[in-house]
């Protein structure tokens, strides 16, 4: 479903991603994962469409996405329907005069009757539990329902792929554990997942693969999301965990410490 | 948890055509702003490493004498000298300072025309010359020295540090809010998926957004500095370290006062 073959990117001049090779198939749930830097979010806005390759190509269905193929306002309006995105800061998805109209923007640029959005909108308000929100303004809200109302604006579009820009980032560990089994329920129900984090206790559960980035902006490994968490070694190169030392019970001692992931003295 | 139904199927859906030249356009214009920012920035560290206050100071006083002068050779040496150091700069650099400086002089021009017609053919063939070289002096300036340093080197010119601080805190606030409203849009593009009948009213959204974005980053800012102890009163550090390259700048600057007073006399 999406082919990245050899693809580079620079940010005048500062390299972002360097010859990155990728696919991903319809249906599946993969986690970027990397050091802050790496190029994980430059990847999502390629996956996008918000930048264009240096070299290499992105395919998306078969067909390759070019700054020139996206000028066709058909063709590119098509492309953004199938690909949902989640932006890192919630507050930059949202610009409408409340939570109904928020959710309803996509369904009614689809040309969907007044009672079919309505429907659309009803159905995600109560997947996200923010029926009681319908009404509140969305800068009004906290970070948490704020990205759920995120989740619900581009799920309301019915995309193929949902891309994902850290999506833990800033939610209590209630929220967090929600989103994990929302999530996984999507990925049941056929969408594909891409998302980024650096929450390695939870990537295990929201993927079944995990690219893992390096501080050169190459990929380091493409592998299952549980083998790669077993890879000390690797993660500690690409410097995603750290040596830390530290007292329990008296004891001084030293292991591995993945932030966010859980462990046993 | 109970996926609905439309949700598991595949969207038949076939967009129909619309304009996104007003969001197109909004994107490339703040991408251009935020480029130009990052550029100044790394423009110093690659630059020629001359002082930022001798380049203010001097850039200021090159304007007063090219402002004053009544001789055409010192122009003509004056924009010899800019163009040779423009040279020295990074062909977009140059591409886009000479644009800007013939832009401008062509309208100077224009507007001169007038009394050229009426005979006056002195101020056509001074001013045109003096508007070109003024500009092409501000924007090498501009192009080599980041607005940090410009605005720091201000004091120099006794400017109030409470002044300079409010300016370092407007360009840093241009580029957040600017990256910030780039996302924005960049997120109306991506939901903008059929025909929009209301843009202008997702875009006033979005200004709305901004406009409550920067007031929370305002009162987060003024709390932090009342955390860290301000009361008022800021005092901007300057430290001038003369180089090599900082003599003979002042060298050629020197030189440029003597043509422009040799051209005066005579």
Not at chain 1, 230 to 244: F, G, H, M, R, S
């Amino acid at each position: 479903m999406i082919e990245i073959i050899n693809v580079s990117y620079a940010y005048e001049g500062r390299t972002a991603l360097s010859d990155i090779t990728v696919s991903i198939s319809r249906g599946e749930a993969v986690a970027l994962m990397g050091p802050n830097g790496s190029g994980k979010s430059t990847l999502l806005k390629l996956i996008n469409g918000i930048v264009s390759p240096d070299s290499g190509t992105y395919k998306f269905d078969k067909e390759e996405i070019t700054q020139k193929r996206l000028r066709n306002t058909k063709f590119s309006k098509l492309f953004h329907q199938k690909i949902g995105f989640v932006f890192q800061n919630s507050d930059t998805q949202l610009f409408c005069a409340n939570v109904y109209d928020e959710i309803a923007f996509g369904p009614r640029q689809m040309g969907m009757g007044e009672r079919e959005v309505e429907a659309r909108v009803n159905d995600c308000l109560s997947l996200l539990n923010i029926e009681s929100l319908k009404d509140r303004q969305p800068y009004h809200l906290s970070g948490g329902e704020k990205r759920k109302l995120a989740i619900a604006c581009v799920l309301s579009m019915n995309p193929d792929v949902l891309v994902l820009d850290e999506p833990m980032n800033g939610l209590d560990p209630r929220t967090q554990r929600w989103l994990v089994e929302f999530l996984t329920e999507l990925n049941k129900a056929g969408k594909t997942l891409i998302t980024s984090t650096h929450n390695l206790e939870l990537v295990q559960e929201i993927s079944s693969r995990a690219v893992l980035f390096d501080e050169d902006h190459k990929i380091a490994a493409d592998t299952n999301t549980k083998k790669l968490l077993e890879n000390i070694d690797l993660l500690k190169k690409v410097n995603l965990i750290d040596e830390y030392y530290h007292r329990h019970e008296g004891n001084e001692h030293s292991h591995y410490h993945i932030h966010n992931y859980g462990h046993k003295p | 948890m109970n996926m609905p139904e439309w949700l598991s199927k595949k969207e038949n859906y076939i967009p129909q055509a619309d304009k996104d030249t007003f969001i197109n356009k909004s994107i490339m214009s703040l991408l251009n702003i935020l480029s130009r920012i990052r550029n100044t920035n790394a423009c110093t560290a690659e630059g020629f490493h001359i002082s930022a206050v001798l380049k203010v100071a001097f850039t200021f006083l090159l304007i007063v004498l090219i402002s004053v002068s009544r001789s055409s050779e010192f122009i003509i040496i004056v924009i010899v000298y800019l163009i040779s150091v423009l040279s020295s700069m990074k062909a977009y650099q140059i591409i886009k300072t000479l644009k800007v400086s013939f832009l401008i002089s062509v309208f100077t021009i224009i507007l001169l025309l007038p009394s050229a017609f009426l005979g006056n053919y002195y101020s056509i063939f001074m001013i045109t010359p003096k508007v070109f070289a003024t500009i092409t002096a501000v924007n090498i300036l501009s192009y080599s020295t980041s607005w940090n340093s410009i605005t720091n080197a201000l004091k120099v010119f006794f400017v109030p540090d409470i002044f300079i601080l409010v300016l370092d805190i407007t360009i840093k606030y241009i580029f957040l809010l600017g990256d910030f409203s780039l996302n924005m849009l960049y997120s109306l593009k991506l939901r903008s998926v059929g025909r929009n009948t209301s843009k202008y009213m997702s875009l006033s959204g979005i200004a709305g957004t901004m406009f409550i974005k920067s007031r929370e980053m305002a009162e987060e800012m003024y709390s932090a500095m009342e955390c860290r102890g301000f009361t008022g009163e800021y005092r901007a550090a300057r430290k001038i370290l003369f180089s090599l390259a900082d003599i003979i700048y002042i060298i050629i600057n020197i030189l440029l006062i003597f043509v422009f007073c040799y051209f005066s006399v005579i």
